[in-house]
């Protein structure tokens, strides 16, 4: 357990919505990740954050933004959800040259 | 981003039976990662491979780091029911930035 608390967990939304995933971390971890996952993708990276407003873009990045205002906190905001953001978004954190993920939110945008 | 090519990509098995699995990358790996994801969980780390060559085990599990350094394999002995899952080979880009490149997984069904 790396103490990742993610929210919602799941979450269904119209297009063009403003929606706002969290994760939440305890073990003041620098790093921290949003990946989807994906049927026939595996997962990819959107965002990460190497420290507080310390962000950077990942393989997946448009559409999505990202706000880290305190080490324990990672926010993931779909401005405006669109069918292609439904998915499964796991917040991650890095440890000892590993990754360990959080429990998933599942979102679907109708 | 760095493809990672995983086979089979399902596998069903009898219980009892041995699992094997691999990956594979066009270019080199300093470090390889397994993961295991349950239905309706995010995934969990197996084993971590940091030299090429090195063979690590985890109870059942095996993995190795292939010395070419472009792939690794995972072997799992004796199956049971709970093996159930899909199975994710990762590793970090050389460019040392801090995240992973995953593969699209391997699906493997245990069948009682």
């Known amino acids: ?110 | 981003g760095q493809q990672l090519n995983q086979s089979p990509q399902s596998m069903f098995i009898q219980e009892g039976e041995d699992v094997s699995m691999n990956c594979t990358s066009s270019s080199i790996f300093n470090t390889w990662l397994w993961y295991k994801q349950d239905p309706g969980e995010g995934p969990v780390l197996l084993i971590a491979l940091y030299k090429a060559g090195e063979l690590t085990s985890n109870g059942r599990l095996t993995a190795q780091f292939g010395i070419t350094r472009k792939d690794s394999f995972l072997n799992i002995s004796a199956s049971i029911p709970s093996d159930v899952g899909i199975y994710f080979c990762a590793g970090p880009p050389l460019t040392g930035a801090n995240n992973l490149f995953f593969g699209t997984g391997t699906r493997l069904t245990v069948i009682p």
């Open chain 1, 1 to 110: 357990d790396a103490g990742i608390t993610q929210s919602p967990r799941h979450k269904v939304t119209e297009t063009g919505t403003p929606v706002t995933l969290r994760c939440h971390q305890t073990e003041n971890h620098r790093y921290m990740y949003w990946y989807r996952q994906d049927p026939g993708h595996g997962l990819r990276l959107i965002h990460y954050s190497y420290g507080v407003k310390d962000t950077d873009k990942g393989e997946v990045s448009d559409g999505y933004s990202v706000s880290r205002s305190k080490t324990e906190d990672f926010l993931l905001t779909l401005e405006s959800a669109t069918s292609s953001q439904t998915s499964v978004y796991f917040c991650a954190i890095s440890e000892a040259n590993t990754i360990y993920f959080g429990e998933g939110s599942w979102l679907t945008v109708v």
